[in-house]
DNA sequence: GTTGGCGTATTTTTT
DNA sequence: ATACGCCAAC
């Protein structure tokens, strides 16, 4: 900004001294790093070595050197959060003149992009932005037009496989060639359609956002060539996990300058099944001959025996760079292990763990993060943890913005900007129901395809089809009304306004109202929460409408609304976890078959990157890491009884002690490819937990709360429900148990919940109930 | 033709 | 618990 008006002696000197502070309380390979800022870079950086530090530092630097001007700079990162951390911490360090620069994801940032340019391959700026769900009803739409069986083709599966196919960019006729098998037949089949389907709503799905500006690089090289101009530095985080698209698009735009600096740890790439190519970072020396690399290796997170740990994990992978990783920090306790009886136990044996933590050692629920694989898991920990009111917060699952009843309002709002949106009009087009069903909506279709059009189109033409009776004429005659004058109402009124008005005279207010139940007042709180969030956007940003709302929520994961409030242990999955750190970490459901998942232990590739997977779960913790796993586990509605991991068979047990304090006893074996064994776990060392647990108790270090004479919960909740108390359903609220009948799966409990419902049958199976007072 | 109730299958990770 | 397909009643 103005600064930079300054003489060139003036600036210079001002500028040292900036500059020097920004490389003040790096290391010299960090410092190196920072001040290489001419031709291509890559920073090859193990876990916890302050590789975003170092590239935060770098950006700054640039600034403050006068090296580029904000607006010449761009970063691309893996998640909106880390931009958003990054964007922030550069402004602390250079002060407040960082308007102008890009910081996002690839595909938040492309959707800007596309926004601006998109007019020229066609698409308005307003076009909408497809999530899984939406393209899925694409998929589906298609299917049923070709009378495939969803049954057996599920309309979930077809559309991976065509995204699978745009991430590698590979096209609908290449595809076809290629498609081996009847799946990747039918997807093939589809896969034309899906993509004129989404070009007609004026719609892009999560892969159209990196593709779309490729096609408009490679079809405009004029404005390909305006940003290479502007943008003459360009960063990319977490580069392992690029996928070619991605890849394609940072080549182009370093086209130029050569400016590219990447940061990434080829150790860490978990996103392989999303199409993410570890290639990339280990091709990138061949792509541009004059890079400098630079090595990360000093780790300043973890204990050493944490560290020797994940090294010991990784050393199990075949392909990887060449890297070691050293630290200063100090031994730290043993690696934890614990064995629990069922999910339930386990749960259990954490949030003990938790709470003895917290209250003899003095951590902060802030300080812990559970880890699991799927996110099926948290509900066991999550029951654990509300039993005895240890504060939590799950990341990932169901997002605010994913329910159905925010997706509803979104719809409608998305139809407001892009009325051409086909998978908005079908969500919204009968809900609430207005006469509109399966048969008049099949003849819109049809009417559409025939005459080439939008859906919307045919909607407008309504009157003109004559196989509608009148009355669907003039049922979908009220909803083009509806859509029509609020979308005429755009500029006038203030979007929360707008919103408002809308959801109330579409109905979608009084639905809500219509059973008094919890769970419909939570949801009507819910809508009214996303109107609030509107008006706050409105407030916040300055050329905010609707339509840039919705762009801008569809790229929102919840990681990124999750602000930081209060004192809560969180629970996600191993890839959220990704580039985070805490004091403690939980690593749970170690068992073969969940982690590793039984599909990837086939593929030797699929394996490694559970391995990977491990790696990046362990390095997470600075100060304590347990590893825990369960001998019997309810999966796909039934119990299943568990072996163990074989990653607790390849780590290094000379850092792991069990809870007892003893060894970690292996059967190194027990998983070599040629073995052969199919052994169970008990049949192998029928007397390896027995004799452990028999054994007093040594020098334990983790002290554990069994000792500390506190509750013994006992491993069953449903026991806690009897005839007589005071009980809570999450549909009906609160209720008294009348009598009990059954067992086990069958147990069924009456509850009486009040005059308005009057008594519900239950099973207690299925029906989550909570025991009050 | 539309709506709502019932039975059946469902769980890998995500921008 | 939830989503989806199928079937019977309005």
Redesign the pocket.
Known sequence: MRQFKLTRDERSLADEEAAQEILDGLNPQQREAVKTTDGPVMIIAGPGSGKTRTLTHRIAYLIATGTAQPHEIIALT???KAAREMKERVQALVGEETRGMWMG????SFARLLRREGDKIGYSKDFSIY???DS?RIV?AQLNRRNID??RF???TIH?MI?SAKNQMIGPAEYEDMARGDTQEKAAEVYPGYEKALEQANAMD??D??LKPIELFENHPDVLEKYQQRWRYLHIDEYQDTNRAQYVLSRKLAGGHRNICVVGDDAQS??A??GADIGNILSFQSDYDDATVIRLERNYRSTERILQLADSIIEQNEEQLEKSLWTENEEGDYVALMEALSEKDEAQKIERTIRDLHLREGYSYNDFAVLY????QSRSLEDALRRENVPYRV???MSFYER?EIKDVLAYLRLLVNPNDAASIRRVI?YP???????????LIRFAQEEGLSLWQAIERVEDID???T??QN?VGKFRFLIAKHASKLGEMSPDDLAQELIQEAGLLDELRKEHTQ?NLRRWENVQELISAIAEYVGENEDASISTFLQDVA?L????NEFDDGERVTL?????AKGLEFPVVFIAGLEEGLFP?S??TEEQS?LE?ERR?FYVGATRAEERLYLTHARSRY???ERQSCTRSRFLEEIDSSVVRTEVGDELRQKKDRFKADSGSTQSYDDMDPHYYRENLSEKKKTVRQKKSSSSGRRVVYDEGQGEIAPGVRVE???FGEGKVLSMEGEGDKATAVVFFGNEIGQKK??LK???LRRVG
């Open positions: 893996f998640t909106n994801t690839f595909h938040s999530d899984t769900d899925k589906r969803t049954q599920k309309p979930r991976r995204s999560f892969d956002l990196l978990i996103y099944f999303r694989r799927t996110n099926a990341i990932g699952g159905k009968n129901t207005r006469g509109i069903g399966d048969k008049t909506q099949e003849r196989t509608l009776s009355r669907a049922a769970e790229l994961t919840d990681q990124d996600m999955t191993l890839h959220a998942l599909h990837a699929e990157e997977l999966r796909y509605g359903h999450s549909k239950l099973k299925y029906a989550q």
